[in-house]
């Protein structure tokens, strides 16, 4: 199977706040530009299923690519965002000045945040999906729009690198990763290539 893991697409809160699981976050207009230009850039390969965090983020940036694709949009659970817990819809400002938050930065492996998931978690339920997807799509083409952190711990998995590497991989907004999967090992194609706009 081939993958392609697609953080959804910009939001206001980016860099901003840490949205998390929050409702009422849609893509902001250069968002919603760059989901458009993602499906247009996406026309020609052929998609056999289109997944989707349940996150409005997501979905949004989902719909162009389900409309020139004429699929439906598969919400699945596994590429939701991370549980952010009590740190939901804070400023980054406020939580640079938090200890936890500091810790969780310097050792992601093992800090969480306060009633919220541990990255561990994350990365055992995207790997597992794909491994799911995989079994289920053979050689097909599927593409999965998600999250910066979701994605980023996959892409650690199939690297054989730690969580607490995190920060040398940028996954942008609209960006693509491309994963060729086959009997439980993977080939990147591609790692966060950026909307070129």
């Known amino acids: 199977m081939i ?37 247009t850039r996406l026309r020609w390969v052929p998609l056999a299923a289109i997944y989707a965090s349940p996150r409005e983020r997501a979905q ?18 596994e590429l939701d965002e991370v549980d952010f817990g009590d740190w939901s819809g804070l400023r980054f400002e406020e939580l640079d000045a938090r200890p ?42 599927v593409a999965l729009v998600s999250h910066a952190e979701v994605i980023r711990s996959a892409i650690l998995h199939y690297l054989g690198m730690p969580l607490d590497a995190f920060g040398r991989i940028e996954v942008s907004p609209a960006s693509v990763t491309t994963l060729a999967l086959q009997g ?14």
Do not use: M, Y
Not at 184 to 197: K, V, W
């Open 3 to 39: 993958a392609l893991l697609i953080r959804h697409a910009d939001t206001a809160a980016i860099g901003q706040v840490l949205w998390g699981r929050k409702p009422g976050l849609s893509l902001s207009d250069a968002g919603t530009a760059q989901a458009r230009r993602l499906a």
């Open 100 to 141: 936890d938050w500091r810790g969780f930065n310097s050792d992601r492996a093992s800090a969480h945040a306060p009633n919220g998931e541990r990255l561990a978690g994350v990365q055992s339920r995207i790997v597992s999906k794909l491994s799911r997807l995989s079994s289920e799509h053979g050689d097909d083409t």
């Open 184 to 197: 439980g090992r993977a080939t990147f194609l591609s790692i966060s290539e950026p909307d070129r706009h």
């Open 60 to 77: 949004q940036t989902a719909r162009p690519l389900a409309l020139v694709h004429r699929l439906p949009i598969v919400e699945a659970g």
